[in-house]
């Protein structure tokens, strides 16, 4: 319940927040909405000596749309995507993913950016931007460099984030008209992280599949993309024989961890379960 003490710092601008990162250097921590990070230190998992706060830095939040993507500020609030129109107009996908997140407590405080820089694999929007393919500007001492989310999340708790970067920015590709969309989360109740889910976008060619995406959650020490099971699904009907072969190659790529939601095999077929479910839901709403 009682973090450590640390020194608190409130810089106005980015320029301002990175200089104190990069000079605080292992030390300190950026804290967004603090709903990782506090619960960590309450623990003392986390012992950071200066949180840098990035909330009165006002060009971190928000969402526009730039060119043929959305660009979403780092610390944009789960509640903002939640109630945004643009993104409900141009990706809904992560509309429904935000829903699915914690409650509304956390989802006034907790934003996007954080729930992918913390790297825990139980978050959901690390999978959902697997999924729409998204990258994230990252910003150091050096200057800004763009992540594809393929690349950023490494492991448990481990990103492409080096101390003294900032991910500011995420870039979310609008998919186009038509396409289907789902995110099925299995979960044991509200607030509670994935036992397993499965975020889906679907284009179809008439009655054949033209193009899937399709991303896992918490089945995994990553987000995981189901490669091999989109591919099986291109150039083909969503019939029963698709589903199953769909929800079998993504369940051959999981490798979940016995925990208090299950052991390894419930956590695999569920994510095949949810896969399948998904397929079927993006499938209802593509055009
Ligand atoms: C009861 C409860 C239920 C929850 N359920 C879910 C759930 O179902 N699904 C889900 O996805 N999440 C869930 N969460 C987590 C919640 O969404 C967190 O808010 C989120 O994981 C982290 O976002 P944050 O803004 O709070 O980040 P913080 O806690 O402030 O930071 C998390 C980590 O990321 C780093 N960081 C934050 N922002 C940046 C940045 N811009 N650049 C670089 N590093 C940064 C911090 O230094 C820290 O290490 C839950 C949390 C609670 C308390």
Not at 153 to 172: D, S
Not at 181 to 191: C, F, H, S, T
């Amino acid at each position: 319940m009682i973090p450590s003490a640390f020194e608190y710092h409130a810089p106005a601008s980015l320029a301002d927040a990175i200089a104190l990162l990069v000079r605080l250097g292992d030390d300190a921590r950026p804290l967004a909405g603090g709903h990782s990070l506090l619960p960590m230190m309450k623990l003392r998992f986390a012992a950071p000596a200066h949180l840098v706060d990035l909330g009165r830095i006002p060009d971190l939040r928000g969402i526009a749309e730039v060119g043929g993507a959305l660009h979403v500020g780092a610390m944009t609030t789960e509640n903002d995507l939640v109630w945004s129109k643009l993104l409900a107009e141009k990706v809904p996908l992560l509309v429904e993913g935000a829903r699915a997140i914690a409650d509304p407590q956390v989802r006034y405080r907790g934003t996007v950016g954080g729930d992918l820089a913390h790297g825990d694999p139980g978050n959901d929007h690390p999978a959902l931007m697997l999924a729409l393919d998204a990258a994230f500007a990252v910003r150091g001492a050096g200057g800004e460099r763009m992540v594809a989310a393929a690349d950023f999340f490494q492991g448990p708790y481990m990103t492409a984030l080096q101390p003294g970067e900032v991910l500011t920015r995420i870039e979310v590709p609008i998919p186009p008209p038509g396409t289907g969309w789902a995110y099925e989360k299995l979960k044991r109740k509200i607030g509670d992280f994935a036992t397993a889910a499965a975020a889906v976008l679907l284009r179809m060619d008439g009655e054949r599949i033209a193009a899937a995406s399709i991303a896992l959650t918490n089945v995994g020490a990553t987000p995981l993309k189901a490669r091999d099971a989109e591919q099986a699904l291109v150039g083909r009907r969503l019939d029963e024989a698709a589903l199953t072969e769909a929800a079998q190659l993504a369940m051959e790529i999981c490798d979940p961890v016995a925990d208090q939601r299950g052991d390894a095999d419930y956590k695999r077929a569920m994510a095949g379960e949810m896969t399948r479910r998904a397929l079927l839901r993006a499938r209802s709403r593509a055009a």
